[in-house]
């Protein structure tokens, strides 16, 4: 396999993921209110989610435009995934709080 088809091969899937937990994120930090942060941390996190989803975009469109034949950054890619931790680790801590009866 060349190096084009593995990048081909796992930055596409890669970045779908971005993109959908990104959403997920930006719905779950506009739609609830996370009693055991700040509304100020919380407003912070979701303009990061919100800045991370536009260079995705970005990222994304660069990716497209070379025939799928440069890559992201991945220092870039390494500060998507923290800030997607770190909403996940809200998302336990709310869950823990909120208990959903459908789960």
Do not use: N
């Amino acid at each position: 396999m060349s190096k084009s088809e593995l990048l081909r091969e796992i930055l596409g899937p890669l970045l779908e993921d971005y993109r959908y937990w990104f959403e997920r994120s930006r719905r779950f930090l506009q739609e609830e209110t996370l009693e055991f942060i700040s509304p100020e941390e919380q407003q912070s996190l979701l303009e990061e989610v919100l800045a991370a989803q536009a260079e995705l975009q970005v990222a994304k469109a660069l990716y497209q435009a070379s025939d799928q034949e440069v890559g992201i950054d991945p220092g870039l890619m390494a500060k998507w995934h923290r800030l997607l931790m770190e909403c996940a680790e809200l998302g336990r801590q709310f869950r823990q709080i909120h208990p959903s009866p459908d789960l």
